[in-house]
């Protein structure tokens, strides 16, 4: 058996660290986990991640992807309250105002909430052996006495008067979220400028939670009820039923921000194309005031399109890649570069080149229907390739063919949660069903 290797630290202990470690615990002695916020407390929103107050999914995949990072999650998630169930039988779908038709997917869907999925995964993280926790600790910066490789990380404690030390590392991961500063770095060593791509769609989501039992109650023993946004009905929602309590997530684009006062925001509710979410809500007790979210734009960092890397320093998560979160990708597609990162540290010393490279193959899927979706809405700024503009044109037709065809449903949430590739909607069986069903 090949020698372990010994040292590796993960910047950020968010979804995307904490899965970075668990990856990296096969191969390296030693992982430190490094974040600025008290990662010893109970399972509520953390200051370092403002968007977990507002409701979090997990698609299809990433479902699947924690479960093989972590057998036996999704059981124990239930066990802890979370509503489980399937994403085509329990979860009503809505575009532009019509539902798509329910069926059983076998896809996985699971209603834990931000707070309460990453405090049980952190909790089987911390329990590794291999792992240690340095919370309530700032990155300073990162030690590269030769360019061309990464030997540590500079960090000092939250505690005044703590003095700087350095974290001897064979292996650096960047988990640290949107706010990275791994491109200005890598400038500053001589590797060049990465490029970033951007699209913004000014995007607001305002949430608020409530008392149950409702009445009416909508979602009865199902998961959510969600109605997308379209350029035909731009407001959107989400209402999902938690283990303690119901969360209705509304949002906003191009500017029209859900409001922050109750009256306002139900009167926003009343404003969207599926009535039964007003109707819930209107005379709930809310646990609180509306909190609100804004989110200006998705960005892709091309690291794999530099001619060179420094050995050691790895880029993961929002840190590579920030999705629009209304498409719910983000923590899945984490999940899936830490099942990548634990298959390429398996195999030997990670070459860090290689793994960019790969990071960005997997990311195509999920950016190309993301950002496919966001050009839809004729305000949001961007290039629309002809493969854009066809998609456009196309989905909206298969999302209400699937109002009468569970298999089109079925074809559609498979996509959507990166089980198979967008292209499988263009298959021609696919495409005949779409328009067999549309001529009926």
């Not at 600025?36 to 699947?64: C, F, K, M, N, W």
């Not at 059983?104 to 909790?123: F, K, N």
């Not at 420094?310 to 929002?318: H, K, Q, T």
């Not at 949001?380 to 063919?401: C, E, F, I, W």
């Given at each position: 058996?090949?020698?372990?290797?010994?040292?590796?630290?993960?910047?950020?202990?968010?979804?995307?660290?904490?899965?970075?470690?668990?990856?990296?615990?096969?191969?390296?002695?030693?992982?430190?986990?490094?974040?600025?916020?008290?990662?010893?407390?109970?399972?509520?929103?953390?200051?370092?991640?403002?968007?977990?107050?507002?409701?979090?999914?997990?698609?299809?995949?990433?479902?699947?992807?924690?479960?093989?990072?972590?057998?036996?999650?999704?059981?124990?998630?239930?066990?802890?309250?979370?509503?489980?169930?399937?994403?085509?039988?329990?979860?009503?779908?809505?575009?532009?105002?019509?539902?798509?038709?329910?069926?059983?997917?076998?896809?996985?869907?699971?209603?834990?909430?931000?707070?309460?999925?990453?405090?049980?995964?952190?909790?089987?993280?911390?329990?590794?052996?291999?792992?240690?926790?340095?919370?309530?600790?700032?990155?300073?910066?990162?030690?590269?006495?030769?360019?061309?490789?990464?030997t540590g990380v500079r960090v000092r404690s939250r505690r005044p008067g703590s003095p700087e030390e350095v974290l001897?590392?064979?292996?650096?991961?960047?988990?640290?979220?949107?706010?990275?500063?791994?491109?200005?770095?890598?400038?500053?060593?001589?590797?060049?400028?990465?490029?970033?791509?951007?699209?913004?769609?000014?995007?607001?989501?305002?949430?608020?939670?409530?008392?149950?039992?409702?009445?009416?109650?909508?979602?009865?023993?199902?998961?959510?009820?969600?109605?997308?946004?379209?350029?035909?009905?731009?407001?959107?929602?989400?209402?999902?039923?938690?283990?303690?309590?119901?969360?209705?997530?509304?949002?906003?684009?191009?500017?029209?921000?859900?409001?922050?006062?109750?009256?306002?925001?139900?009167?926003?509710?009343?404003?969207?194309?599926?009535?039964?979410?007003?109707?819930?809500?209107?005379?709930?007790?809310?646990?609180?005031?509306?909190?609100?979210?804004?989110?200006?734009?998705?960005?892709?960092?091309?690291?794999?399109?530099?001619?060179?890397?420094?050995?050691?320093?790895?880029?993961?998560?929002?840190?590579?890649?920030?999705?629009?979160?209304?498409?719910?990708?983000?923590?899945?597609?984490?999940?899936?570069?830490?099942?990548?990162?634990?298959?390429?540290?398996?195999?030997?010393?990670?070459?860090?080149?290689?793994?960019?490279?790969?990071?960005?193959?997997?990311?195509?899927?999920?950016?190309?229907?993301?950002?496919?979706?966001?050009?839809?809405?004729?305000?949001?700024?961007?290039?629309?390739?002809?493969?854009?503009?066809?998609?456009?044109?196309?989905?909206?037709?298969?999302?209400?063919?699937?109002?009468?065809?569970?298999?089109?449903?079925?074809a559609f949430l498979r996509a959507a949660g990166l089980i198979d590739p967008p292209q499988a909607l263009l298959r021609?069986?696919?495409?005949?069903?779409?328009?067999?069903?549309?001529?009926?």
């Amino acid at each position: 058996m090949e020698k372990k290797a010994d040292r590796a630290v993960v910047l950020g202990a968010g979804i995307a660290g904490l899965l970075a470690a668990r990856a990296l615990s096969g191969r390296y002695r030693r992982v430190t986990l490094v974040d600025r916020d008290d990662l010893h407390g109970p399972a509520e929103p953390r200051t370092a991640v403002p968007q977990g107050l507002h409701i979090h999914a997990l698609l299809a995949r990433g479902q699947q992807a924690l479960e093989e990072l972590f057998p036996g999650l999704t059981g124990e998630l239930a066990a802890a309250g979370a509503p489980v169930g399937d994403f085509g039988a329990n979860v009503s779908w809505y575009f532009s105002g019509r539902m798509m038709r329910r069926t059983s997917t076998g896809l996985v869907c699971v209603a834990a909430g931000r707070p309460l999925l990453e405090h049980t995964i952190r909790a089987r993280v911390h329990a590794l052996p291999q792992v240690t926790v340095r919370d309530g600790t700032d990155v300073v910066g990162l030690e590269a006495p030769d360019p061309s490789r990464i030997t540590g990380v500079r960090v000092r404690s939250r505690r005044p008067g703590s003095p700087e030390e350095v974290l001897p590392a064979d292996l650096v991961v960047d988990a640290t979220g949107r706010g990275s500063r791994t491109p200005r770095l890598l400038a500053e060593l001589g590797y060049g400028t990465v490029r970033q791509e951007r699209v913004a769609m000014d995007l607001t989501y305002t949430t608020c939670d409530f008392e149950g039992p409702l009445d009416p109650d909508p979602i009865g023993e199902d998961i959510a009820l969600v109605a997308v946004a379209t350029p035909v009905m731009p407001r959107g929602a989400i209402f999902a039923r938690l283990p303690d309590r119901y969360s209705l997530s509304l949002t906003g684009l191009l500017g029209d921000r859900p409001p922050t006062d109750h009256a306002g925001f139900l009167a926003y509710a009343a404003t969207l194309p599926v009535p039964e979410i007003h109707r819930a809500v209107r005379k709930a007790v809310p646990l609180g005031e509306p909190a609100t979210f804004r989110f200006p734009a998705s960005v892709r960092r091309r690291y794999e399109e530099l001619d060179r890397l420094p050995e050691g320093l790895v880029v993961i998560g929002d840190a590579a890649c920030v999705f629009n979160p209304v498409y719910a990708q983000g923590m899945s597609v984490a999940a899936m570069e830490a099942l990548l990162l634990a298959r390429q540290v398996a195999e030997g010393p990670l070459s860090p080149r290689r793994f960019m490279a790969d990071v960005a193959a997997l990311t195509d899927a999920p950016w190309e229907m993301a950002v496919g979706a966001d050009l839809g809405f004729p305000g949001v700024q961007g290039l629309r390739t002809a493969d854009v503009r066809m998609g456009n044109s196309y989905l909206p037709k298969l999302q209400g063919a699937a109002a009468v065809d569970p298999e089109l449903s079925t074809a559609f949430l498979r996509a959507a949660g990166l089980i198979d590739p967008p292209q499988a909607l263009l298959r021609p069986e696919t495409m005949a069903r779409v328009l067999s069903a549309r001529a009926a």
